[in-house]
Structures are given as structure tokens and as C-alpha cells.
């Protein structure tokens, strides 16, 4: 497993919509375990293969240690609970800041595994709030457009001092 080099905010790549994954093979498992590598030493409890510049509908969440790792190729949200939760979200593309941002508090969702076998899960809570994050992610939406712009303003403003 490699250790892969983490794209910073503000690089545009951060706001392209990823790609399909048609082919499941060794590459995708090897990018798959990559990315778990990459989000452990970042660290981080999920991230997508957009992080690292591929533009490829992955992701991979890690909420309870290693042998929770959970890997999602072509994630898509079919469902969204009317009720709404906050949580304080982040980002391994920008380090040292955090804001709450409300989302839905479930959500239902189909993928694929590493293998092409399509999935549909429900999650809520925790999991729920990081597979909307990181589906943001794969379609281009930086964590921080979900906040309002003064909150985005103040962040970006932080994030740039710690740069200093």
C-alpha cells in the first residue's frame, strides 16, 4: 500500500466531477487500498480518489479502525430523510479546519463493491454524514460550498493564515 499525495484547496481538481468506474480489477483494489493508506496517515476517516487527483468514483470510509474499512465504487444517494442532522465535517484537502454543516440525518444509497456486485445500503449518523460528504466530493462539491458564505469566507481566510 502506497501512500498517495493529497491534493490541497484550493486546486481546481477538487471541483471536477468524477468518472464512472467500468473496469474492476486489480488496479481499483490497489487504488482502493491506497486511498485506506493515504486516509490513516492524513488522517482522516474517509476520502475519495478525487483527493489524490484521480478522477474516478471511489471512496473508501473508515469509521471504528481497520476492520471497518467500508469501500464504495460509484456511489450514488437514491434517498434523502426529510429530518436533518449537524455534524462538524473537515477535510484531508484542508487540514486544521472544521465548521457543522446540516445535512440529512439518513440517507439510502447504491454502489458497487471492488468486485462490480451492485449494492444498496441505508445509513444514518455518522456514516450517513461521511458518505454525503465524500458523494459531494466524487461530484465536485468541495465540503465548504455547503456553508453559508460568510462561515466559507472566514474558513478559506483561516486556512490561508495557517499556509503562512
Known sequence: MAIL???R???????TPCHRIEAFDQRLATLADDLAATMRAAPGIGITAAHVGIAERLTVIEL?????LRVYVNPKIEWFSPELQR???????????????????????????????SCTEEADGLLAVCLQHEIDQLDG????????????????KKFRKMGE
Open 5 to 7: 499525495p493529497i491534493l
Open 64 to 68: 471504528d479502525g481497520p476492520s471497518s
Open 9 to 15: 484547496y484550493p486546486d481546481a481538481r477538487l471541483r
Open 87 to 117: 455534524h462538524t465535517e473537515g477535510s484531508v484537502s484542508m487540514p486544521g479546519v472544521t465548521d457543522e454543516v446540516e445535512r440529512p440525518a439518513r440517507i439510502r444509497l447504491t454502489y458497487q463493491d471492488l468486485k462490480g456486485t
Open 141 to 156: 462539491i468541495f465540503w465548504i460550498d455547503r456553508l453559508s458564505r460568510l462561515k466559507r469566507e472566514r474558513i478559506v
